[in-house]
């Protein structure tokens, strides 16, 4: 049975309710950044889906961004072998031939361990995405949103976590200066977010924020021979940290939307992106980042890119998401739980029905590598769902050995250019050299005004413009003729100081106009 067709994609042989084979089940290509929704129960073959996905689009010559949850999917790195229950469901399903094959794989890892370093920037991430990592409330998020548009229009790059420490330091000493142009800023949630800050930093953040930033061009690879690249990003010690998996993940996929020109609907994607976990990236998010989710979603479909969520249950993704989901592979569901059964209800009513199965009475009978099969075709129209057992892949099934995954690491198209950390000059710098010069400014002042009797300076620290002094504020020289009025107890003149501080705070928050701007969910456009 000849299974492989030009532009399409193989995903299994559907069968007739007496068991017998009726037809191969394909996902069109044309119709590949429409999205997709693969769900079932642990254990029921969601993984080897997946990989079978990853296998057709890349060998379509699809580049291919996914997460390896447990560890088992780096094995696409590696051929396959012939395995008894491989070889048994090749010809349960009539797929001759049956070939074996490798594909071309880049590894990630945010932790630079089982793949190359993959980071961002904290200007790169925005505030929006940012406050959804550190859970930050409403007060909490204006700041982060005060601060994002100081460093944008100040020339402040914040490229980890130490540059926005530096910053949020500056706005609590300053303030008051600064709420008279930018908004009010509560020096408690300053003081909260650095807080939340030194947790992330304890979780493992600090090595997700520096450079050099991952450039999206490296997962949207393809190989001399026409193939595209699969990009693994290991995520089993990531897992141990949810919120900023999910995170991740949302951010990379908004710079894919920021960064991507249009292209409509190509003969194929650009790039299909798989969101394991998805569950995570929903939930107890806050309606205006779903309602950006959804957005991002419904309009990265025309920059070329397939958006496609892996969970167990379908009642994980919104319902404005769902909708957006053409191709879709349901597993097997328990129905023991009213939540299950509900669950269960709900996805059968998603499918376009088949008048030869009850399909809510089929969700919780199928058999592991068996699925609910209905893709996009026609014009569109999603197809009658079939009842589908699910092709062998055609790479290892199971993990590679740490020896290969190092082979792999050691010859791929991205070795070296990751793997160092870069601290060029940004904000932690420059507010630095800024308190330097404001120091050396009011010194150089201060012995003008009083000579030699002038009380010798303390010294400059390196926080901020206006924080290294703390000598005794100096009264300004009286017209002649005129006596000194004494100073209250509760009154302090502003030092020379002070006044270097407040210029450069009205400096950074007046200059409009070269202010960088931020997408849909507050990634930096290019």
């Not at 993940?249 to 190509?266: A, K, N, Q, T």
């Not at 957005?295 to 319902?319: A, C, H, M």
């Not at 129905?335 to 998603?350: G, I, L, M």
Request: net charge neutral.
């Amino acid at each position: 049975m000849a299974m492989l067709q030009p532009g399409m994609l193989y995903l299994g042989t559907s069968r007739k309710p007496d068991d017998t084979l009726d037809k191969g089940e394909y996902l069109t290509l044309k119709y590949g950044n429409r999205h997709g929704l693969v769900t079932g129960a642990t254990g029921t073959g969601k993984t080897v889906t997946l990989q079978v996905l990853a296998e057709g689009f890349a060998s379509a010559g699809v580049p291919v961004f996914c997460a390896d949850i447990k560890g088992d999917l780096s094995g696409i790195a590696a051929r396959g072998e012939p395995k008894d229950f491989l070889i048994k469901r090749a010809a349960e399903i009539g797929l001759d031939p049956y070939e074996f094959n490798q594909f071309p794989v880049i590894f990630w890892d945010l932790y630079g361990e089982k793949g190359h370093r993959v980071r961002t920037t904290m200007s790169e991430m925005g505030p929006l995405l940012l406050s959804r990592l550190m859970n930050a409330t409403d007060a909490q998020e204006g700041v982060l949103n005060i601060a994002f548009k100081i460093a944008d229009e100040g020339g402040l790059p914040l490229l980890d976590l130490k540059d926005l420490r530096a910053l949020l330091t500056y706005m609590s000493e300053n303030a008051s200066a600064l709420s008279a142009t930018v908004g009010l800023i509560s020096k408690a949630s300053v003081g909260s977010i650095q807080r939340e800050l030194l947790i992330l930093e304890q979780q493992g953040a600090e090595h997700f924020f520096g450079e050099p930033a991952l450039k999206v061009t490296d997962i949207m690879r393809v190989t001399p021979d026409g193939r595209g690249t699969i990009s693994v990003l290991a995520a089993d010690k990531l897992m141990m940290n949810p919120r900023l998996y999910g995170t991740f993940l949302l951010w990379l996929l908004s710079e894919l939307f920021e960064e991507l020109p249009e292209v409509g609907d190509p003969e194929k994607p650009r790039l299909v992106f798989f969101f394991d976990e998805a569950h995570l990236l929903f939930k107890d998010a806050p309606k205006v980042l779903l309602e950006r989710i959804e957005q991002v979603v419904r309009l990265i479909r025309s920059k070329g890119v397939g958006v496609y969520f892996v969970t167990q249950n379908p009642l994980d993704v919104p319902e404005t998401v769902l909708a957006q989901l053409g191709n879709r592979v349901q597993h097997a569901l328990r129905a023991y739980t009213p939540r299950e059964q509900k669950a269960v209800k709900t996805t059968a009513e998603t499918f376009r029905p088949n008048p030869d199965f009850d399909c809510a009475e089929v969700i919780t009978t199928l058999s592991t590598g068996e699925a609910l099969v209905s893709t996009l075709e026609g014009k569109g129209a999603p197809s009658m769902v079939e009842r589908t057992l699910i092709r062998p892949p055609s790479a290892r099934v199971g993990a590679l050995t740490e020896p290969e995954r190092a082979q792999v690491m050691a010859l791929s198209p991205v070795a070296g250019l990751y793997d160092t950390d870069v601290d060029r000059e940004s904000a932690y710098e420059i507010l630095a050299a800024r308190a330097a010069r404001a120091s050396q400014q009011a010194e150089a002042a201060r012995e003008a005004e009083t000579g030699a009797d002038a009380k010798p300076s303390g010294g400059s620290r390196w926080t901020l413009p206006g924080f290294g002094d703390d000598t005794e504020p100096v009264q300004k020289p009286t017209r002649a003729g005129t006596a000194a009025k004494p100073r209250s107890a509760g009154y302090q003149r502003e030092t020379v100081v002070e006044a270097a501080m407040k210029t450069v705070a009205r400096t950074v928050a007046s200059s409009l106009g070269r202010a960088l701007v931020r997408g849909i969910l507050g990634s930096l456009k290019r």
